[in-house]
């Protein structure tokens, strides 16, 4: 059974940080891109970013370039999401994702192309 488990959400003032992390159990995690989504209320789940397994890099929503950054650690199954100078329009729960999902039409923007899901972890900024 396959499992993600987010964790490190809460309260932030804007333009502070947090970090986020995602703990993946029952799959073979270097096999699997782990991406960052997330939904504020009202509003459809949206793509942050991902880390492709094959090369270790990133690609990220134009909305949080220079200020998020991904990274991940095969020998743990862990990715974390670091998160600098947020915004309140930021605020929204954070869904942990794992997937193999195509790039070369921009597929990986779409939470259909992701296999597995955490439960998600809320973030909330403040003015």
């Known amino acids: 059974q396959v499992q993600l488990v987010e964790s490190g959400g809460g309260l932030v003032q804007a333009g502070g940080s947090l970090r986020l992390s995602c703990a993946a159990s029952?799959?073979?995690?270097?096999?699997?891109?782990m991406a960052w989504f997330r939904q504020a209320p009202g509003k459809e789940r949206e793509f942050v970013i991902v880390n492709r397994r094959k090369d270790n890099s990133a690609v990220y929503a134009d909305s949080v370039k220079g200020r998020f950054t991904i990274s991940r650690d095969n020998a743990e199954n862990t990715v974390s999401l670091q998160m600098d100078k947020l915004k309140p329009e930021e605020t929204a729960v954070y869904y942990c994702?794992?997937?193999?999902?195509?790039?070369?039409?921009?597929?990986?923007?779409?939470?259909?192309?992701?296999?597995?899901w955490g439960r998600g972890t809320q973030v909330t900024v403040s003015l």
């Open positions: 994702a794992a997937g193999r999902p195509t790039y070369y039409d921009g597929g990986y923007y779409l939470a259909t192309q992701y296999y597995y």
């Open positions: 029952g799959l073979t995690f270097s096999e699997h891109d």
